[in-house]
């Protein structure tokens, strides 16, 4: 490519690097080609950032539980009685009130469970009449949505609690990162994100098989909650479930009809309407417990059978609490059980610390090396000195080109790319003067300075990008913040150092006609 | 561009009529300071060992500060308004639900900054902080403090990250070893690799004894060291393989020595500008980067220095043995 060819795309590209970076310094005008400013990290505006593990496992758990409350109704419809229907790990375990139905039975969860449960034969003598595992495709499928579901679940939440541009993703097999910038206290944001928010509607256990706290009878569950009249208290629930939270379409915090506080109205769909209305019928007279996340908020008395399809969830909740679980009912349960596993939160004056000691010691540490390189080189440090401004140029408008985030660690990884961009640089130079230390003419010098300098340039970029790789691969967070800025300060230099001054030399070869070179 | 260009322009200009025979260059190490880098090396593979051990043995007795990436728990740092002592920070912590609660002042804080670690009881995440900040207020009053920042870390998190940031450090000095060999040959990738292995363990000592903390940026500093520090070799034997090529009856003791001596110029010069942007780093950074320049800067000294003295005897020991078995 011609010197003139070449000076036209490094114009291109300082054309293009200075309309990106440009919002980022000052307030653009409207008509100005990019407004995108380079996102600064939370380390530099301070905020939360939360990793959250999903329990995946659980989910599969949960997913199986499901199943196998589904079984225990098929097989009620069916009127095939069975004694006990329950969760062994991935497996369903049936027990058959009538054993002379177990192929009845069999043939028909075979059919309704195709594709999704496998019958495992057993010749144990306590085996149950029949164990029924989840298929391996299953398992994988639900494993793949979980986070996803998760993901979603979480951004919805985070939407209505309005914070501004939070950040959420995914990361690894079971990870999500969730970041909010601004928000200081982070607290409510936990409770909100970390809540699994599964509602359920069982029955309060009653009869003569009910058991007491310490030895619950068979079917019956103890569940710890709150008491009518405050507290906390242990409920005897039973196992079986009427209604869960999937059923709800909606729900808005009120004023309690019963109790002091807030409640929480819902509204459910036709499906659970219909559940909910049949369930009340049969059982006028005896308590419902609702229970959220395995905690009984209140367990009342059912009056008469509830068919609007809404209801009220009481709890002494204060506005918030109300205005927080009806923004979790609405959003919908989280697929498995998230736990929190870090927590940083960085106030805003540390942020602003942060920002003005990354930009003075990027400023000194720039500062020291650019005048070293004037100093030391003369007319080829000066070069060098234009190609480094570019280097920090494309840098950051790389950074707001490509929606980086710019972090503190970010900032140290710019100041250490200053310094080891002048590298290529000063193995050029070192080889020019070299040369002409052999009596060569400026050309000839600049040619060989590049020729015998590129593969040791070349050699020390991949060993360096090779170790940027590995952070990338290795690191979370402020790593990754570092990582990603050598990586990419790795090609700017490569860009600048090597492309651009060799086109600065060739135009003052052939266009200036100068005969020596100052190094 | 061009008026600064032409700065340094003119003045060449005028000497093209007739060039020097010998241009005079700007220059802090002459081409050739001839010293004889193979007889020192020796002794100075003895001093580094000799210092490496003793930072093993701080790193074996006093053991690391890890930070809470490593350990897991709370940190959370605080600036007082007003003068605070540390003693009545401790005092105000001194909290039946807290666990080995350890306050220590911010280095390179502004002052009245305090960082607070406690640890992590293994069933919620947050308590802790909340417990610290409650506590703090219920001694000094609502806002007479300010957070600058808070984190937690699970246990959970801390129990791999010691095997895999050990094997990050591993597997980049390998993956390093095995490009200079394929690039250049098999005692150099050799001598690059066990030179990067001194660099990695004279920097953990160093961190031991200087007792800064070792965190995960700790762990991204050793990284770059490794990825930076290799740079050197890369120079050097590049000019041992071009002597070489044209003396090829010069022993390849004289030809390292020639190669380290003139490229030692270069060699120097680039670790000194990453030397010196380095130290703006550590000095002007702030407490946050701290401990990560200082891993920087100790890395990138000492990586200049065991170029030239750890991993060239070793190709030379290596490339002779080498010649002396095809002799034979």
């Known amino acids: 490519m011609s010197v003139g060819y070449r000076l036209l795309l490094l114009a291109g590209l300082v054309v293009a690097a200075v309309v990106v970076v440009t919002p980022t310094f000052i307030a653009a005008p409207k008509w100005w080609p990019w407004q995108q400013p380079v996102r600064l990290g939370l380390d530099l505006q301070g905020g939360t950032h939360l990793l959250y593990q999903v329990q995946i496992e659980q989910a599969i758990d ?80 639900i494993r793949d949505g979980v986070v996803d579901q998760a993901l979603n679940v979480i951004r919805n939440r985070i939407d209505e609690f309005g914070v501004v541009e939070p950040t959420l993703q995914a990361q690894g097999e079971d990870q999500i990162v969730v970041q909010l910038p601004g928000i200081q206290d982070p607290q409510r944001a936990k409770d909100l994100i970390g809540r699994t928010a599964q509602l359920e509607f069982r029955l309060i256990a009653e009869g003569p098989n009910v058991g007491t706290v310490q030895a619950p009878g068979p079917g019956v569950q103890v569940l710890p909650g709150l008491a009518d009249g405050g507290g906390r208290t242990q409920y005897l629930v039973e196992k079986r479930t009427i209604m869960t939270g999937d059923a709800v ?42 229970i959220l996340d395995g905690y009984v908020q209140s367990a009342p008395q059912i009056r008469e059978p509830i068919t609007g399809g809404s ?45 003005r000691m990354g930009t003075t010691s990027f400023v000194v540490g720039s500062a020291l090396v650019w005048l070293f390189m004037a100093i030391y080189y003369r007319g080829g440090g000066v070069i060098t000195d234009i190609a480094l401004l570019l280097n920090v140029l494309f840098l950051v408008g790389a950074f707001a080109l490509g929606g980086l985030t710019l972090t503190l660690p970010g900032i140290a990884g710019l100041v250490l790319t200053v310094g080891m961009a002048v590298d290529a640089n000063i193995l050029i130079l070192e080889r020019m003067r070299e040369e002409l230390r052999l009596g060569k003419t400026a ?64 135009w003052l070869v052939t266009s200036r006609r100068i005969a020596t070179v100052s190094v | ?50 210092i490496i051990v003793v930072g093993l043995v701080s790193v074996w007795t006093r053991g690391l500060n890890y930070g809470i990436d490593f350990t897991g728990g709370t940190v959370i740092e605080v600036r007082f308004a007003g003068p605070t002592s540390i003693a009545d920070v401790r005092s105000a912590l001194d909290h039946p ?66 095997r895999n940031a050990t094997f990050a450090v591993i597997a980049a000095t390998v993956m390093m070893g095995i490009y200079i060999a394929i690039r250049f040959d098999l005692p150099v990738g050799v001598g690059a690799a066990a030179k990067l292995l001194h660099d990695v363990l004279f920097t953990l ?30 120079i050097i034997s590049d000019r041992i393989r071009e002597s070489r090529k044209k003396n090829r009856r010069e022993s390849l003791a004289t030809l390292v020595n020639l190669s380290i001596n003139e490229t030692l110029s270069r060699t120097v010069i680039n670790s000194g500008t990453v030397v010196l942007t ?28 065991s170029s030239i003295f750890v991993s060239t005897p070793i190709v030379l020991a290596l490339e002779e043995r080498r010649t002396k078995t095809t002799r034979r």
């Open chain 2, 97 to 162: 639900e807290l666990r080995s609660v350890s306050v220590q002042d911010v280095v390179g804080g502004r002052g009245n900054e305090f960082q607070v670690r406690a640890q992590q009881r293994e069933d919620e995440a947050s308590s802790v902080a909340d417990v610290i900040k409650t506590a703090l207020k219920e001694r000094f009053g609502e806002g007479t403090f300010d957070i600058l920042r808070v984190e937690t870390v699970g246990p959970k998190v801390g129990r791999d990250l010691w």
């Open chain 1, 249 to 290: 379409t909606n729900a808005t915090p009120m004023q309690s009809t019963s109790m002091d506080g807030m409640a929480v109205n819902f509204e459910l769909d036709g499906r659970g309407a219909k559940l909910f209305g049949d369930a009340t019928t049969q059982n006028v007279g005896r308590r419902l417990a609702i």
């Open chain 2, 278 to 305: 380095t130290t703006a780093l550590f000095v002007l950074g702030g407490p946050v980067i701290h401990s990560f320049a200082f891993a920087l800067l100790v890395g990138f000294l000492i990586g200049t220095y």
């Open chain 1, 311 to 355: 209801g009220q969830i009481t709890g002494r909740f204060n506005f918030k609490e109300a205005q927080d679980l009806a923004n979790v009912l609405r959003n919908g349960a989280l697929p498995a059980p998230l736990t929190l596993q870090e927590e940083r939160t960085v106030g805003p004056s540390l942020g602003q610390d942060s920002i």
């Open chain 2, 205 to 234: 000592g160093a961190i031991s004894l200087a007792g800064m903390e070792f965190d995960l940026s700790t762990v991204a500093a050793l990284l770059t060291v490794v990825g930076f520090s290799v740079n050197d070799n890369v």
């Open chain 1, 62 to 141: 949960n997913h199986v539980e499901r199943i196998a409350r589904e079984i225990e109704r098929e097989l009620r419809d069916a009127k095939i009685g069975a004694a006990t229907v329950e969760r062994v790990d991935r497996s369903v375990h049936v027990k058959l009130a009538n054993r002379d139905k177990r192929s009845e039975a069999r043939r028909l969860l075979e059919e309704r469970f195709a594709n999704v449960l496998e019958t495992r034969e057993s010749a144990a003598p306590d085996a149950p009449d029949l164990s029924m595992a989840l298929v391996e495709r299953e398992v994988v499928r």
């Open chain 1, 443 to 506: 050309r000839a010098a600049i040619e060989a300075g590049y020729d015998r300098a590129w593969s040791a340039i070349l050699d020390s970029n991949v060993t360096l990008f090779l170790s940027g790789l590995i952070m990338l691969q290795f690191g979370t967070g402020p790593v990754r913040g570092f990582a990603v800025t050598m990586l990419v300060g790795i090609l700017t230099t490569l860009v600048t150092a090597v492309f651009a001054t060799r086109v600065m030399y060739d």
């Open chain 2, 1 to 50: 561009m061009k008026a600064r260009t032409g700065s340094a322009a003119p003045g060449a200009r005028r000497g093209a009529a007739a060039p020097p025979p010998q241009p005079k260059f700007f220059a802090l190490i002459p081409p050739n300071p001839g010293i004889d880098f193979v007889r020192l090396a020796p002794r100075m593979a003895l001093l580094s060992t000799l």
